[in-house]
């Protein structure tokens, strides 16, 4: 129903930047609000940024100050530009966008995920 397609992901010096790019495509008329989560190894996914449609936006303390979450192109891209990096930003990180859709009379809520994109921060 929805497809996300993630770019940006690379290897950065610390203190350095990088812009990773989703772009969203099917049915997203049904999407609510676009995040980016993040995963390494021996942790659980964690939800780093979130943007509703009407604005609401929302980030986890330890990039609050560094990263900005962004819509554009009729809220079918979501990006996040990813500044000071910090070597333990270093992570696989997933655009998620989060829909509804209606199925006869139920509403149906999904998730959906892209492939994920590596950074790693390292000098």
């Known amino acids: 129903q929805v497809q996300l397609v993630e770019t940006g992901g690379g290897k950065v010096q610390p203190g350095g930047s990088l812009r990773l790019s989703c772009a969203a495509s099917g049915s997203v008329d049904g999407i609510y609000a676009m995040a980016w989560y993040r995963q390494t190894p021996g942790k659980e996914r964690e939800l780093i940024a979130r943007?509703?449609?009407?604005?609401?936006?929302n980030y986890t303390d330890s990039v609050k100050d560094r990263f900005i979450i962004s819509r554009d192109n009729a809220r079918n891209t979501v990006s996040l530009q990813m500044n000071d990096l910090k070597p333990e930003d270093t992570a696989v990180y997933y655009c998620?966008?989060?829909?509804?859709?209606?199925?006869?009379?139920?509403?149906?809520?999904?998730?959906?995920w892209g492939q994920g994109t590596r950074v790693i921060v390292s000098a």
């Open positions: 998620n966008a989060e829909a509804v859709r209606v199925v006869e009379t139920r509403v149906e809520r999904d998730l959906h």
């Open positions: 943007k509703t449609n009407s604005g609401i936006t």
